[in-house]
């Protein structure tokens, strides 16, 4: 298949926000596609050669990508870092001196998705020294024979630049109308998708063996199971509407959330966005399988960082100290941590998802042997709000951020937010009661004490329906100057020349960035606003949602994709019960 028609409908996406439209391009694309390509195009799409847990990345030094450029063009290096610069996007700059080439020589042969994918990846497992040179002899001959447009893209992919918004649910549509006819069946490959958390693998059985072969998609080890979320609650009243009058309440500690996969000898670990950070605990990797009386299975766990001597939980912060990648031994000695266990989705051959919460707690208690190390989150079945509130006491004294409040009889609803769980947080209790984990869209450069850095934060909700980022607020405090200098760092990398078609503001930031980079914020209020777009004419024509006096709490959230952030119906939601709450006070 030629790759041509991939670039083609990327480029036809690229100019383009509009959900339904960006579907139809993509149903376009997988019905041209053979069965057999279908996984090699959807990862590409995504400018992916794998899932993201199998962690293969095509990673290229942009120096390199210059390189390989000039050979296979002729054009002198210097020349094309000019043109880089002044365009401000490699693939972009690709596609000028492709083009220029053209005017001197003839194209050769068509390229293949099969041919940029198997490349792609051959480029990927090159290691050592001399892989430098392999690579630049892999890019330049595709880049060789690749039109202005085909080069655009493989430039973006190669440099890990695609970003263009093809959101997996936008793609399990396509999917879904491609290959049984309707968008009705989308909820079957969600299912799938959420079980085995790989676009590639459902597509190929969809468009090979048709709807049916997606009820067989079983829970298994070394494949991510997408994590079941909560929903809010500010008290335990409502909790007791949500739930009835008997529920589990357990600890809610403020960690990082860890997917734990076993089988006999081998441990996989995979955070809440499904990212394999198994190299982040080597600790967790030699202890765990002495706690567990089971050696096929999959748990999940808070990991908490502890202060040793007095067993005192100690805030998420700390657990920064383990995303690095060479002295990681140094790291797990200074900073050690609890693995806390609160629920299990396979044992010994069989998926736990669809059991009752009660009967997988059982099996949990069943199978994991406590020590100071691996224990199993405190829990105890709640009746009334005095109970709840005995224990929300209990557990912010211990160090903990609130309650999980879960349904007796509810199964793991993977990749689900969903009232089966509710999180009942201290600071809920207070102004707007939760934080928000909101995506950096832009900056503003700082004065006085912050010249040289950035001064305010321009931050957007993630809007799952239309596959945006909104703005919804422009946020200068809370910062320190350590963190000051970490965003200028961290948010040199994600700069944009142009504003992402995906970003909505009505502010003009000094810099934009791609959407990102997640920070966990706090507000009294949500108001309506003319600037900010979140929400956007839902409330009221013409106006957005925007948070009021917001501040940073000091928390990037590193394991948290963009798509994770804090949605727009989220934000709705906890902008109608401010709602219920001031007309409830005004009642007094
Ligand atoms: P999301 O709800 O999207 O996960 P979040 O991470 O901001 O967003 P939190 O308010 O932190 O949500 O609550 C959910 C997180 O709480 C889980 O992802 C998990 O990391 C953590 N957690 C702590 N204790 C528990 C528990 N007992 N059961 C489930 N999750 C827990």
Request: hydrophobic residues 35%; contains cysteine; charged residues 30%.
């Amino acid at each position: 298949m030629k790759f041509s028609l991939v670039a083609d409908t990327l480029g036809y996406m690229e100019s383009t926000t509009k959900r339904l439209e960006l579907t139809q391009h993509l149903v376009d694309l997988f019905k041209k596609t053979p069965p057999e390509i279908i996984p090699k195009v959807v990862y590409l799409l995504q400018g992916k050669l794998r899932p993201d847990h199998e962690g293969v990345e095509v990673g290229v030094a942009e120096k390199i990508a210059v390189r390989a450029l000039s050979k296979s063009t002729g054009i002198p290096v210097t020349k094309i870092e000019r043109e880089y610069k002044k365009v401000g996007d490699f693939g972009q700059a690709t596609a000028t001196i492709l083009e220029q080439k053209m005017q001197t020589t003839f194209l050769k042969e068509d390229i293949t998705v099969e041919r940029v994918y198997d490349t792609l990846f051959k480029i990927a497992e090159l290691k050592g020294n001399r892989s430098q040179d392999m690579k630049m002899k892999y890019i330049s001959s595709l880049l060789n024979d690749s039109s202005p447009i085909e080069g655009r893209f493989i430039a973006k992919i190669i440099t890990a630049n695609l970003r263009l918004g093809i959101a997996d649910y936008t793609i399990l549509d396509a999917l879904s109308i491609a290959f049984t006819g309707s968008k009705e069946n989308r909820p079957l490959l969600e299912h799938a998708y959420n079980v085995c958390s790989d676009l590639g693998k459902v597509s190929e059985s969809v468009s090979k063996e048709g709807i049916e072969s997606l009820k067989h998609f079983q829970v298994s080890v070394f494949s991510p199971v997408r994590p079941m979320l909560a929903e809010r609650v500010k008290s335990p009243q409502e909790a007791r509407e949500k739930m009835g009058n008997q529920f589990a309440a357990e600890y809610k500690l403020d960690g990082e959330r860890v997917q734990i996969h076993i089988e006999k000898d081998r441990v996989v670990l995979y955070s809440r966005s499904l990212e394999n950070i198994t190299s982040y605990y080597p600790d967790i990797v030699e202890k765990i399988t002495k706690s567990i009386k089971s050696s096929r299975i999959i748990l999940e766990a808070e990991a908490v960082a502890i202060n040793e001597d007095t067993g005192e939980f100690l805030p998420f912060q700390e657990l920064m100290h383990r995303r690095r990648k060479y002295n990681i031994a140094k790291a797990v000695q200074e900073y050690p941590i609890t693995v806390n266990f609160f629920d299990v989705m396979f044992i010994d051959g069989k998926s736990c998802l669809d059991m009752t919460y009660s009967e997988r707690r059982r099996i949990l208690e069943s199978v994991v042997v406590e020590d100071a190390f691996a224990r199993i989150m405190p829990m105890t079945i709640v009746r009334t709000d005095d109970e709840v509130e005995d224990f929300l006491e209990n557990a912010i004294n211990s160090g903990c951020e609130g309650l999980m409040l879960k349904q007796l009889d509810s199964p793991y609803r993977a990749g689900a937010r969903a009232s089966n769980w509710l999180k009942l947080k201290r600071e809920y209790r207070n102004e707007l009661g939760d934080s928000l984990d909101l995506v950096v869209i832009g900056a503003f450069y700082g004065r006085g004490r912050r010249t040289g850095r950035y001064g305010a934060l321009l931050l957007s909700a993630y809007d799952e329906d239309s596959d945006s980022y909104p703005s919804v607020c422009k946020v200068g405090t809370g910062f320190t100057d350590e963190s000051l200098d970490q965003f200028y760092q961290i948010l040199s990398d994600k700069i944009v020349v142009k504003k992402d078609p995906r970003v909505d503001s009505g502010l003009e930031a000094d810099v934009w960035f791609e959407p990102e980079v997640v920070i966990e914020i706090v507000a009294s209020e949500i108001t309506l606003s003319p600037i900010h777009k979140v929400a956007q004419d839902k409330i009221r024509k013409g106006s957005g949602l925007a948070l009021r006096f917001p501040k940073f709490t000091g928390k990037i959230r590193f394991e948290k994709t963009p798509e994770n952030a804090t949605s727009v119906n989220e934000i709705i939601t906890m902008y109608n019960n401010q709602k219920k709450v001031i007309q409830s006070e005004k009642q007094f």
